[in-house]
């Protein structure tokens, strides 16, 4: 017999939130890494004007319009209901989708030297955040205690 109760469990819930700080690291490493890290400066003045706009057009607005959506969802990640994980595993594709983008440009890459790490360590808070992602399904599923 499964446990049939609407509320999550604690240790759910600590998975559940721990999943939604993986993935909000792993977006924040890629943000600071397109907005705060050191730019190669004589690049990005040998740009023409069209690919400095493509690359805002691309990939910072992009980022910045994705934002808002994510982090309500990774709000919600630390509410004890609705009881689902699908959000918060989109959340880790969108994530992990946008950052292997970024990766994809080397006119990017060229432009912010450090991007690289940044977006690499993103991925690794992202690759993180499965194993609570998983557990928190197992806890769902797992039969309750006679």
């Not at 939130?17 to 909000?24: D, I, S």
């Not at 004589?42 to 057009?57: C, K, M, T, V």
């Not at 934002?67 to 699908?86: C, K, N, Y």
């Amino acid at each position: 017999m499964r446990a049939t109760s609407s509320m999550p469990t604690p240790p759910r819930l600590l998975c559940k939130a721990l999943t939604a700080l993986m993935v909000a690291a792993a977006w924040g490493a890629l943000g600071y890494g397109l907005e705060f890290s050191t730019p190669n400066i004589q690049y990005w003045h040998d740009l023409e004007a069209g690919g400095r706009f493509g690359i805002n057009l691309l990939y910072y607005l992009p980022y910045l319009m994705l934002s808002l959506p994510l982090a309500a969802v990774l709000i919600a990640g630390f509410l004890p209901q609705p009881d689902r994980m699908f959000p918060l595993a989109g959340a880790m594709g969108l994530t992990a989708l946008f950052t292997l983008w970024v990766l994809a440009n080397d006119q990017l890459l060229a432009a912010q030297p450090e991007l690289d790490t940044y977006a690499s360590a993103g991925l690794a808070f992202n690759a993180a955040g499965t194993l609570p992602l998983l557990t928190a399904h197992y806890f769902k599923h797992r039969r309750a205690p006679p």
